[in-house]
């Protein structure tokens, strides 16, 4: 927080948190959501969404400015619905959580796992991702997913709580285990590894075409899929109504084909691209369900931030 210490801006980044996990599950449904999109429309205003406009608007050419910001501001209300219904998720029941979930195309995932195998799943910043979860361990298998450590170490145990407390296994990116050789593991038992991939958090990230132009994007999920040899679905998750309130949609796509010539780093870089394609075709569809407030389009990144060497 600007104008607090650094030691009293965490505490009350924490405050905060630990305020929203009690209030908003103690508000009516219609009305916790009516506070975030009041919130949303107030960071749009005070000019909090310059990151989210300047990736719209390169996936959205075509758009002018006043359509432009119209999508940037219903891209706010998707993203503050997030974090409205993740403060709420620890108080639904099986019963609720299904009934704001509908899936296309898991016949293929289920088939992997009733065979004793894994999926892999490419995922990006759409729709809510922790209610797919909650979702997936209830109605589908266990999940074995990796998280950014959040700063501060406060706000990353609440979160970490927050997702193994429904029923997720959480890997830290940093700070822990290796987490490659825990994913390997983690993919030679039954279960789902969604991972979000869409930005390239370290510098081992590839370069695909995203949207018609150069993005960089994680290749961890095709490189787990190729060292174990399980499949690789594509899945994009976006907002829908339903009735007065708000549910989602998760799509899994078909698996992404693995190349038959090439060498590793070759077949990681085509299958990432493949699942680029399959996510670049949502977000053009359902942009304000992208929520993606850092940079990703190598235009944008800072010139220093190098590929690195292949593995």
């Given at each position: 927080?600007?104008g607090?210490?650094?030691?009293?801006?965490?505490?009350?980044?924490?405050a905060?948190?630990?305020?929203?996990w009690?209030a908003?599950?103690?508000?009516?449904?219609?009305?916790a959501?009516?506070?975030?999109?009041?919130?949303?429309?107030?960071t749009?205003?005070?000019?909090?969404?310059?990151?989210?406009?300047?990736?719209?608007?390169?996936?959205?050419?075509?758009?002018?400015?006043?359509?432009?910001?119209?999508?940037?501001r219903?891209?706010?209300?998707?993203?503050?619905?997030y974090y409205?219904e993740?403060?709420?998720?620890?108080?639904?029941?099986?019963?609720?959580?299904l009934?704001?979930v509908?899936?296309?195309?898991?016949?293929?995932?289920?088939?992997?796992?009733?065979a004793?195998?894994s999926a892999?799943?490419?995922?990006g910043?759409?729709?809510?991702?922790?209610?797919?979860g909650?979702?997936g361990t209830?109605?589908?298998g266990?999940?074995?997913t990796?998280a950014?450590?959040?700063?501060?170490?406060?706000?990353?145990?609440e979160?970490?709580?927050?997702r193994?407390?429904?029923?997720?296994t959480i890997l830290p990116l940093?700070?822990g285990?290796?987490?490659?050789?825990?994913?390997?593991?983690?993919?030679r038992t039954?279960q789902?590894?969604?991972l979000?991939?869409?930005?390239?958090l370290?510098?081992?990230?590839?370069?695909v075409?995203?949207?018609?132009?150069?993005?960089r994007?994680?290749?961890?999920?095709a490189?787990l899929a190729?060292?174990e040899?399980?499949?690789?679905f594509?899945?994009?998750?976006?907002h829908?109504?339903r009735?007065?309130?708000?549910g989602?949609?998760?799509?899994?796509?078909?698996?992404v084909?693995?190349?038959?010539?090439g060498?590793?780093?070759?077949k990681?870089?085509?299958m990432?691209?493949?699942c680029?394609?399959?996510?670049?075709?949502?977000v053009?569809?359902?942009?304000?369900?992208w929520?993606?407030?850092?940079r990703v389009?190598?235009?944008d990144?800072?010139?220093?931030?190098?590929?690195?060497a292949?593995p």
């Open positions: 927080m600007r607090l210490p650094a030691d009293l801006a965490a505490s009350a980044t924490v905060g948190h630990r305020l929203g009690a908003v599950r103690r508000l009516p449904e219609r009305a959501y009516r506070l975030f999109d009041a919130v949303a429309d107030v749009v205003a005070r000019g909090g969404a310059a990151r989210m406009r300047a990736n719209y608007a390169r996936v959205r050419p075509e758009l002018d400015d006043a359509a432009l910001d119209a999508l940037v219903e891209g706010m209300r998707s993203y503050l619905r409205c993740a403060f709420r998720l620890p108080v639904l029941d099986r019963d609720a959580i009934a704001r509908r899936v296309e195309g898991d016949d293929a995932v289920r088939e992997v796992l009733d004793g195998g892999v799943c490419f995922l910043h759409l729709g809510n991702w922790d209610l797919a909650a979702w209830q109605f589908l266990p999940v074995t990796v950014e450590r959040l700063e501060p170490e406060e706000v990353f145990r979160f970490l709580e927050f193994e407390g429904l029923g997720m940093t700070g285990p290796e987490v490659f050789p825990a994913l390997r593991e983690a993919a039954p789902v590894i969604p979000l991939a869409d930005r390239d370290t510098r081992q990230g590839v370069t075409d995203f949207c018609g132009l150069p993005a994007m994680a290749p961890g999920p490189a190729l060292a040899r399980r499949p690789l594509p899945v994009s998750i976006r829908e109504r009735g007065r309130g708000w989602i949609v998760i799509v899994f796509h078909p698996p084909e693995v190349p038959a010539t060498a590793t780093r070759e990681v870089v085509a990432t691209q493949a680029a394609d399959v996510l670049g075709d949502a053009r569809r359902y942009t304000s369900d929520h993606m407030l850092q389009f190598v235009d990144l800072d010139p220093a931030r190098a590929p690195a292949a």
